[in-house]
């Protein structure tokens, strides 16, 4: 509160002093500047996330750096960050490519005084500001809240069957935290529903041919097979193939998650019955909002939760439906 | 090239017959297996079901068309690990070029496949010399310079990908990725073309049969005239090439180019040749070998899905029959009389 109201008080004092040129000049080096590290550029996840940093930006008048390593990896992540880092920004908006690889390179940036938001992925629990462990140095934690996304799907693919019938999880590999989650959460929600029996999950290690044979194995064995839901991208393309060399699209409603703008041909000609959308705009958003508000003086919270929207063939040509779709640029 | 057995041997000579063909050994124990598992607890046939095989086969394809030149270089005593992101490389390329064809070319989608297609293929040409160039011209070890090229295939896919997968709509492309012929999938008409023409090459031809000499001993036959260089070089192209056709038919399965398409193929792929037989010391291996090992792979990972075992023994099962299949063919050597490899 002090802290703030000094803030405000100079804020007067230089509106009192007069637009001079003066407190212009210190004004500029006193901004905020604020970076974002993404897991990798050029995804239409992080892209999407970067607008919505963009927009906060704007709003408050505060700058935005935005720096990332080509491609989902520890070894070119930490060089960008470093980088970053020597550019003494105000606070640091980050998706760190691991959870524990990346605590050391972030205690750095801590430790010179940077403040540190985790958006999408974390480091250590994910769970900050608790004075236990190495990792609850970052101020706070912006994502979907991947175990209610597994729970949406869990609904709406539910709905889409009838409530009734067979289905299973087409997963990446274990041990990797957000599609973990995602897969809890579906399993969760779909114990509510008698009717709906769960099949062994399968993983796919990211290989959409495995992705495709494994759905057409378990069609096989179980031809009355009623839904499958994909826990990311390739393991919902993947089982899509299988299913449409089975012949059976339509028939076994498939449930994806995420949503870039391929999407929609797929949502609409029915490969997809639906798909779960992040919003990664509002983690852009709210992550900057975040790191504004700390370096304001205002208090902020440890972790936010940001929302999905089920989309459909029926409902993607909905304005606010269609906006959820990832950016590719 | 078959290595002959000692003389006067009758039991090692059997004994050698049967390690030759253990992979389609090993194919028939599992087909067997999954068979009565199939029966016993579904009361379900896994064999006699057309939907399987298309099932199984369609999955063999993309691991095998790998596997196909990984045969060359193997039995040439080397090993390419540039294979899958050449693959992803080449379907990046590949669905770019339908896509650019169709849309600012204006070209009808039949000629716009098959631009896709050449050019895939055709960009594989880079890292095929390359490779070839590193290990016949500088003498860089295989297993190194071709650990170089996955490196730089695969940030080129992803350059070229923008970090994204690149969706083709163009009914012809993915016709020839998913479509039937008298039920048989095109996928499994065009590798059964491709395996036919390299076993042709392997065993019918000149530049087959200095690939064996090669594998069994370098220096002998650069002394028999051989032009290593030059053999190392078509080796190592050929070899990309087929991670080029991989890429491209991916690009058509999926609608999608996609840089990762090949990462998790490329084990799938050297466990093929050597559970087919190959040797990883050079010298041996053939292409109906290789066949049977990637169709191994297949039924494994297929079967254990379709008796609802727990995903985990896949890993186990794809591990074991390598393991025993390498032990497989140390006896074999044994029984040869420590023949000598370089």
Redesign the interface.
């Known amino acids: 509160m002090d802290r703030r109201s000094a803030v405000k008080l100079m804020g007067a004092a230089a509106a009192v002093a007069g637009l001079g040129a003066l407190p212009g000049r210190a004004r500029a080096a006193d901004k905020i500047t604020i970076a974002l590290v993404p897991g ?5 996840f992080y892209v999407t996330m970067h607008h919505g940093a963009e927009a906060a930006a704007k709003a408050v008048g505060a700058d935005l750096i935005y720096q990332g390593a ?2 989902w990896n520890v070894s070119l992540q930490v060089p960008v960050l470093d980088a970053v880092i020597g550019k003494k920004p105000t606070a640091l908006l980050i998706a760190p490519t691991d959870k524990k690889q990346l605590i050391q390179p972030l205690k750095k940036a801590f430790d010179a005084g940077i403040a540190v938001v985790c958006v999408d992925t974390f480091i250590g629990t994910g769970v900050f500001q608790t004075g236990s462990g190495d990792a609850d140095f970052p101020l706070s934690y912006v994502a979907s809240d991947n175990v209610l996304g597994g729970r949406m799907a869990a609904r709406a693919l539910a709905k889409a069957i009838g409530e009734k019938g067979k289905v299973y999880v087409s997963n990446v590999k274990p041990g990797v935290s957000t599609t973990d989650q995602r897969e809890q959460g579906f399993k969760e929600e779909m114990k509510r529903f008698s009717g709906i029996e769960m ?5 796919n ?6 992705a ?3 759905v ?6 179980v031809p009355d097979l009623a839904g499958v839901f994909g826990a990311n ?2 393991s919902a ?2 089982t899509a ?2 299913v ?3 012949g059976k699209i339509g028939k076994i409603k498939l449930a994806g998650f995420d949503a ?1 703008e ?1 999407i929609v ?1 797929q949502l609409k000609d029915g490969t997809f019955e639906l798909t779960i959308a992040q919003h990664p705009a509002e983690i852009g958003y709210f992550g900057f909002m975040v790191a504004y508000a700390n370096a304001t003086g205002n208090p902020v919270p440890t972790a936010i939760g940001t929302g999905f929207t089920v989309m459909t063939g029926a409902n993607i040509d909905d304005p606010k439906v269609s906006r959820y779709l990832y950016k ?1 640029s | 090239m078959t290595p002959k057995p000692p003389q006067g041997n009758a039991g090692a000579a059997l004994l050698m017959r049967i390690a030759e063909l253990r992979a389609w050994l090993f194919l028939i124990i599992l087909v067997v297996f999954f068979e009565v598992w199939a029966r016993v607890a579904y009361g379900a046939s896994f064999i006699f079901n057309v939907y399987n095989l298309q099932s199984i086969s369609v999955f063999a394809t993309a691991p095998l068309l790998l596997a196909l030149g990984q045969t060359f270089v193997i039995i040439s005593a080397g090993i390419d690990l540039s294979l899958g992101f050449v693959m992803g490389l080449a379907s990046v390329i590949a669905a770019h070029s339908a896509n650019f064809a169709l849309d600012s070319l204006g070209l009808p989608p039949l000629l716009a496949m098959l631009c896709g297609i050449l050019s895939g293929v055709i960009v594989t040409f880079v890292p095929g010399l390359v490779n070839g160039w590193l290990i016949a011209q500088l003498r860089v070890p295989p297993f190194i310079g071709t650990l170089g090229m996955y490196g730089v295939a695969r940030g080129a896919a992803y350059l070229f990908a923008g970090g994204m997968t690149i969706s083709v709509t163009n009914d012809w492309y993915s016709g020839i990725g998913n479509n039937r012929y008298f039920g048989v999938p095109m996928l499994v008409i065009l590798t059964a073309i491709a395996c036919l023409i390299m076993h042709y090459l392997l065993s019918q031809t000149r530049f087959g049969q200095h690939t064996y000499a090669m594998g069994a001993s370098q220096p002998a036959a650069r002394r028999a005239g051989i032009n290593i260089r030059a053999l190392t070089m078509q080796i190592y192209f050929l070899s990309a090439i087929m991670a080029g056709v991989a890429g491209a038919l991916y690009t058509g399965r999926f609608s999608a180019g996609a840089p990762q398409a090949g990462e998790p193929l490329l084990l799938d792929s050297i466990a093929a040749v050597v559970i087919g037989g190959a040797s990883l010391f050079g010298g041996s291996g053939n292409i109906a070998g290789t066949i049977a090992g990637a169709l191994v792979i297949a039924v494994i990972q297929y079967g254990l899905v379709f008796i609802d075992v727990e995903p985990f023994w896949q890993f186990i099962a794809v591990g074991a029959v390598i393991i025993i299949s390498v032990l497989v063919d140390q006896t074999q050597r044994k029984f040869l009389g420590g023949r000598q490899v370089e």
């Open positions: 990798l550029t050029a995804d239409g080509a491609e099949l062994e999950t399968q993983f290690d990211d290989d959409a041919n495995k495709a044979a494994q057409q194995a378990v069609i096989g064995r991208l390739f393309g993947g193939n299988g449409k060399a089975a870039p391929s041909p590719s």
